[in-house]
């Protein structure tokens, strides 16, 4: 059963700050890693999508790695601002035996979240 | 707006009732996933389809829990006889068709209070 946990589960830190979050996923046999933002009381927003073969994503301030082998990702956002304050989650989808089947491959299987406050 | 919309957003009712979410995917999106989420814990998989098919669900969705996808389009998540656990946030979302990993696209959720 895949289990994802994520470290650290809240952080703090001041406005300008560069940061990183982690990720850990204990089945490597992944298709994709996906690492959301949400607000509170609010639904999911998708920031990076990471294939399996890919080593990282960038997105503005934001890039994703991947370190699939290890069971590991991290988000690092550049320059934080208050505006970033929110909840991060990372969520894996396994990978099929036959994708065709579409099956227990397309679940997502989500972290905890890091729940990131940055002070002005 | 041509995200994933929800109805409602919000929803109290007494235990022991039935209630009924819906989900309105993206515009030609064929696979649609029901996900739930309790205080300070990550979302969790309930349920998949792909176009009107049901291909999986969850241990979590019991006998009490049911949902639908008639058309290929939107999609209900029933619950009856709701109790006090059943409290959480219900989280919809679609990905597009075609074979490989596609980003899911979540719609703003459905808070459920059950007193």
New interface residues.
Partial sequence: KQEVTQIPAALSVPEGENLVLNCSFTDSAIYNLQWFRQDPGKGLTSLLLIQSSQREQTSGRLNASLDKSSGRSTLYIAASQPGDSATYLCAVRKRSFNYLQETSGSRLTFGEGTQLTVNP | DTG?S?NPRHKITKRGQNVTFRCDPISEHN?L?W?RQTL??????LT?F?NEAQ??K?RLLSDRFSAERPKGSFSTLEIQRTEQGDSAMY?C?SSPRG???Y???????T?LTVT
Wanted: no cysteine; hydrophobic share 20%.
């Fill in positions: 994933v929800q696979r996933y996900y300070g814990q990550g979302p969790e998989f998949y792909q291909l999986e969850s989280l979302a074979t490989g990993g980003e899911q696209y979540f719609g703003p959720g808070r």
